[in-house]
């Protein structure tokens, strides 16, 4: 589990715009929460501040307490690798199986092939994909390469989720079971923070909601006791 943590975050860029004006946030450990706002409202620059892609102009960007723009070169990698990143383009590579878009992330760390098997057989059961491993993407669904896309990112067991726009490409039933997903991985102890503009279906699940306005944090909506089924 992670907490997040938003201190006076203002980002701004080269052309004088700001991304995030004064933003402060915190999010508790094992919660889901959602992030809403128009396009250019500073969704995404939220998120890429999260997983140290852009650094506050000013103020700070906490992970359990430790600043992530003060993250070094050989500690930047270890905290990415804690850090799931589901996309509304998935990217998965053409040339390559299911199994393989979903080991990716496990290539890179010292687990023997066996270990990745077994995490990558368990991922694609979590996304009802088991039987799916030996085909490539263009065999697949919408749907079903998205739900490789989340595999993906969860393979590697991480302590936050971030997602932009999961549910952009999907339709209404897609899109909740995508949702259905994620409350499974907070259930499990992942902190996850999903930006959609959907606002009907981010209030069917009952979590916290904040809302982004040109760069500015506008509304914070307490999560409710009722969840959709």
Not at 145 to 157: D, E, H, L, M, Y
Not at 192 to 210: E, F, P, W, Y
């Amino acid at each position: 589990m992670a907490r997040l943590q938003l201190q006076h975050v203002t980002r701004r860029f080269d052309n004088g715009q700001e991304g995030l004006s004064d933003v402060s946030l915190s999010i508790e450990s094992g919660s889901m929460v959602f992030l809403t706002g128009h396009s250019g409202a500073g969704k995404s620059t939220l998120l890429k501040m999260l997983i140290g892609a852009e650094t506050p102009t000013t103020g700070r960007v906490l992970v359990d307490g430790s600043d992530v723009s003060q993250l070094g070169p050989k500690q930047m990698p270890w905290y990415r690798r804690q850090v799931g990143i589901v996309l509304q383009d998935h990217n998965l590579l053409e040339n390559r199986t299911v199994y393989d878009n979903v080991a990716l992330p496990l290539r890179i760390t010292h687990l023997s092939a066996k270990d990745i098997a077994r995490r990558v057989r368990g991922a694609l059961s979590t996304v009802d994909l088991s039987d799916k491993g030996g085909l490539f993407p263009k065999h697949l669904s919408t749907g079903e390469q998205q739900r490789v896309g989340i595999a993906r990112a969860v393979v590697n067991r991480p302590r936050i989720i971030l997602a932009d726009e999961p549910t952009g490409n999907l339709d209404p039933y897609l899109s909740r079971q995508v949702m259905s997903l994620f409350h499974q991985f907070c259930d499990l102890g992942s902190t996850v923070l999903v930006a959609s503009h959907d606002i009907d279906l981010i209030k069917d699940q009952g979590c916290r909601i904040l809302h982004l306005s040109q760069g500015a944090l506008v509304q914070d909506t307490a999560a409710s006791s009722e969840v959709a089924t």
